[in-house]
């Protein structure tokens, strides 16, 4: 007996003795090292908002040094991924090492990420378990060929309305009239031209003396003379062409179907030609 309390002192005082091993926990100094640099790594990922590498450097520097403010990190990354369920895993992780003032907040924040992550997991599981089995379509039932429809009887073109010859008549009557009227103004110059013509010509031994601004009347009684008796002509032209379309305007009564008629005015060396279109 006594020898083997011996035998056990001596083997407790050789391990005493003997080197210190590490815990299996604790990293060395260059994982250590190595770790602190893939947290700088991921920390400048994160503000510049490259989260994926944010949480690839967090979860590489866990792995070397298994420091648990480093779960904070990644469960701050995976939410900004997304991933609601995972981040709520990581922070719950460091809940235990995180200070006693910051584990209320902590607590309702994992909290409320499990809400968050629920409907996404509740929505993926209904679809996945209630696929609803499909049933063998029944080929559809012969039913006796329904009588053909009537077809529905061809509407025949309307007759052309008698309104576009009378309408015509109309615009010839008032452009008869604008033509007129424009004749008469220019009448009216032509007049007034000439009353100057007479107040600077003067009779003077048998023959008519005229000063300059006489012979500018002169060139102005020939022009307004011109314009008055083309305004007058074709004024009465189309006056004419106008009561001649609303006297002999078709009813509609006899129209022809599908036909219609135009006209044009062309004014041509002052004449004014009626061209029928059909």
Sequence with gaps: MKRLLVALIAAHLLCSAGPAVAKPDQPSAADDAKARSLFKQGDAAYAEGRYEDALGAFEEAYRLSHRPRLMFNI???????????????ALEKYLPHAKPTERDVLSKRVQNLRKRAAPTSKVVLEEEEEEPERKPEREPKQTAPAEAAPRARPVEPRAADSGGETTLGYVLLGAGGVAMGAGAVFGLMALSARKDVDAGCKQSAGQTLCDASARDAVDRDQRYSLFADLGLGLGLLAAGAGTYFLLTAPSASEQKPGVAAGLALQPSGGTLRVRGEF
């Design 75 to 89: 469960g701050n990354a995976l939410e900004r991924l997304g991933k609601l369920s995972e981040a709520a895993d």
